[in-house]
């Protein structure tokens, strides 16, 4: 199969869709990414659990990020000869999923209870089958090489036996219980939360609402203040500090309810109350407040639950009953007011819990739900990490870990939905409860099993070990477990990781994995974060195959106007202000290699279409590049044995090469995919292509009899060209797989080369020529003078110069001799004119400009005739004009720097970029400067 391409034309510009989709069904078919459970296969297993992406989900750049970090990730191991294992699947996403199934049945004039919860959980089954393959497939346009063979769904039978097994074990070991307690409680999803599962809206505008009780039996009143007046009508005390004198006389009396026919306790409690805020009596809410839950167990006090579990109010609120949470609290306000018992109100900032899913407002509420207890787990845990059997990268996420396990509280697991894993207990008709693995024999008549599911994020914990067969001891299990690494992003540290490591730990002996990745969040160009409402939300796939700006804000904003959401889109990616009227096709490679090139541990990642537009050029360079290099291998041969090479030129490639794989090789060992992405640009685009291949061209063209000038130099120059070449694809496999294995297939190889690129050998061999590379610093040194003085002057391309190239160096200058001709063709002298090698005595002759080149030996004068190449008022017209420029552009920056809106909001490799333009305008203004004076000379 080796030398296999497809039909996509050298000749013309990188096409993507001529390669990609081709190439992926290709290593399908070949079993490229399969993974293997022979018990023969000696290689070490390199295993990486993916995310599961939900059921309910589509392609967004989050999941585009993560594709690429993993999949550069497990090609380079697969590539470093090791058994990989990247571990794919989809999570059932319990909530997520079934709110899409009841819209569908809304659409229809249904609801979940029309059905059933059989028939409805058909119908859930019936919707995967019919859209929930949707996200895997985008992964597939990704190139994500995961193994889909093994792909597991948290629903499927052997998952669904994994999470009841881990819950019964979990319960016989007293670490599952079943309590009435204050939870979390979501009255749009009508289920309970987990403390993660709640977004606290900081800086919420509300306001302190004060309201009296009177004292029972006498003309003495306690004021209050409260931001929820409606729950009032569940307080069962008003609590006083004990060393308040004002309330002194007022210990253990009583207070009237003014609604419901219920006496109110005063009572003391120095944990609760802070006698020195507001007005130092704090009323107290059990059944709707976590703090005050806590004091009502101190004190013994009832639990009054005052709301339906759709947020209403229920038949403890009395005249109030029926309305919901904001109307009963206006209504609440009013009938105080009505009472005098009003005491006015003040702007309160407060925090406002919500669900992570609905964005309702979260209500606390007296349940009895399912625990597991969290202490001894997560000290397990804990220990792993603090005694490195498990390493976060990057370090500084270690601290939010361990505040996150030293501070858990226990987990409420179950949730009050259909769409689940549903809790293994039978409920008996006299309040019996039996755990098993399946319905007993002996829960007979009027036995039920527990209408509540488990949290996704339970079986979502069991996912290392779950997916490779457990609780069975497979082949699978044995091999693949622990995991090498589990790369994520940092917002599920506690979702997800700490309860993987916890469960990991716990059921299996030791921790899933060995490192712990976290990247950052993807955000917009501006550093906001995407949202709907934003309108700054990008489709991968929109960056992929190409879109129109109406079209990517149609889908993002559908029904808001046009110009405002086209208004929206380009203030949040700016540099997409150059791209037209929309995106082109950039391809997989060309987003890939883009989102490679942000640190991955970064925050925030700032989004910029620009970069992935010059990731897409840098494809093109590739692509031409190895058209040229075909070019010039056209009758080379693979010899049977390679020789090293003499030239200065061909060992220089060789080692940058070298260097380039210790980089590249660095990069992905460390989790800085960043620094292989942007070494494989570095590399190629200015060692390979702008150095090498220019070098080569003389040796490598043909004269018109068809022969070399050189023939034994360019058999030597041919050999480099496809050792670097085929080892630069090699190396930038990893994170652009379709572009390189496309070129790779085209060049000339050994017959035992393997059927892909993906599963040829990353190469190890990092050896640097130190002695080449310091020859060749100064010849790049001396040729870069001379071209950046033609092009600051705007001197024609044809046009040759006179060039006097000066030092007090005899080696030196022997060296620089030996390479005229290199010198020569890549600055365009010394063909009418020979270029003057000399000692550094004489003075500059007038007229002429002069570039310095440090070297070890001594600096070397790089001199260029300018006479009759540049007309003098043309000249003082450029440098004016170009000062102008610069000086227009310098301010703009200087400004954005000092500006404290930016400094503080943008992403850090944003803030460097524009120092590093500061510092290179401020230098070309000093060259410009110092052109004045030559100018007078011309």
Known sequence: MSGQHSDADLNKPYEPSAVEERWYTFWEKEGVFDASVDESDKRPAYVIPMPPPNVTGSLHMGHAFFCTLEDALTRYHRMCGRNTLWQPGMDHAGIATQTVVERQLQREGKTRHDLGRDAFIERVWKWKAESGDRIQQQQRVMGASADWKRSKFTMDTGMSAAVTEAFVRLYEQGLIYRATRLIN???????????????????????????????????????????????????????????????????????????????????????????????????????????????????????????????????????????????????????????????????????????????????????????????????????????????????????????????????????????????????????????????????????????????????????????????????????????????TGYDILFFWVARMMMFGIHFMGEPPFK?????????????????KVKGNVIDPLDLIHGATFNEIVSKTMPGAPEAESLSKFKKAYPSAASMGTGFPAFGTDA?????????????????????????????????????????????????????????????????????????????????????????????????????????????????????????????????????????????????????????????????????????????????????AERKMAILQGVISAARTIRAEHEIKRQSEVPLTLRTDDAATRAFLTARLGDISFLVNAGKERPIAIEASSKARESGTTVSVVPSESGPIEVL?????????????????RELKRIEKDLGAIEKKLSSPGFVDRAPKEVIEESNTQRRTMIEARARLEASKTLVDEL
Request: some cysteine; aromatic content about 10%.
């Open 185 to 487: 409680w979501c009255p749009e999803c009508q289920t309970a939360l987990s403390d993660l599962e709640v977004d606290n809206e900081e800086g919420a505008n509300g306001e302190l609402f004060e309201f009296a009780y009177k004292v029972s039996g006498t003309s003495d009143e306690i004021i209050v203040a409260t931001t929820r007046p409606e729950t009032m009508l569940g307080d069962t005390a008003v609590a006083v500090h004990p060393g308040d004198p004002r309330y002194t006389h007022l210990h253990g009396k009583f207070l009237d309810h003014p609604f419901v026919d219920r006496k109110i306790p005063i009572i003391t409690d120095a944990i609760l109350v802070d006698p020195k805020f507001g007005t130092g009596a704090v009323k107290v809410t059990p059944a709707h407040d976590f703090n005050d839950f806590a004091t009502g167990k101190r004190h013994n006090l009832p639990e009054i639950n005052i709301f339906n579990l759709d947020g209403t109010v229920n038949e403890s609120g009395g005249e109030f009953q029926g309305l919901e949470r904001k109307r009963a609290r206006t209504a609440v306000k009013k009938a105080l007011d009505e009472k005098g018992l009003a005491r006015g109100a003040k702007p309160h900032v407060l925090t406002l819990p919500k669900c992570q899913r609905s964005g309702g407002v979260v209500e606390p509420m007296i349940s009895t739900q399912w625990f597991c207890k969290m202490e001894a787990m997560a000290n397990a845990a804990l220990d792993a990490v603090n005694t490195g059997k498990t390493e976060i990268i990057p370090v500084e996420w270690k601290k939010t870990y361990d505040h996150f396990l030293s501070n858990i509280q226990d987990w409420c697991v179950s949730r009050q939905l259909w769409w689940g894993h549903q809790i293994p207990a039978w409920h008996g008709p006299d309040g019996q409860i039996v755990v098993a693995r399946e319905r007993p024999l002996s829960c007979g008549e009027g036995w039920n099993q527990d209408p509540d599911v488990l949290d996704t994020w339970f079986s979502s914990a069991l996912w290392p070990f779950s997916t490779l067969g457990w609780p069975s001891d497979t082949p699978a299990l044995r091999k693949f477990y622990p995991a090498s690494d589990l790369e």
């Open 515 to 531: 490192r712990i990745l976290l990247h950052g969040l993807i955000v917009d160009e501006t550093g906001d974060k995407m949202s």
């Open 591 to 771: 987003v890939r290699h883009a989102l490679g090139t942000y640190p991955p541990s970064n925050m925030r990642i700032a989004l910029a279409p620009k970069r992935i537009e010059a990731s897409r050029h840098f494809l093109n360079k590739i692509w031409n590049a190895t058209r040229l290099s075909l070019e010039f291998l056209a009758d080379y041969q693979v010899p049977e044995k390679a020789t090293p090479p003499s030239d200065l030129v061909n060992q220089w490639i060789l080692s940058r090469v070298g260097n380039a794989t210790r980089v590249m090789r660095n990069g992905l060992d460390h989790f800085r995919i960043d620094e292989t992405a942007n070494e494989s640009y570095r590399f190629f685009w200015t060692e390979f292509c702008d150095w090498y291949l220019e070098l080569v061209k003389p040796t490598l063209r043909k004269n018109e009899q068809g022969e070399y000038a050189n023939p034994a130099l360019a058999k030597e120059t041919q050999a480099t060209l496809a050792t670097a070449l085929e080892a630069a694809l090699r190396l930038m496999h990893p994170v652009t797989p379709f572009i390189t294995e496309e070129l790779w297939q085209r060049l000339p190889k050994a017959k035992s080369s393997p059927i892909s690129i993906a599963l040829a050998p990353y190469p190890t061999d990092t050896t640097v020529n130190a002695d």
């Open 864 to 880: 260029v005739g300018l006479k009759g190449l540049v007309e003098p008022e043309k000249e003082r017209t450029r440098i004016e």
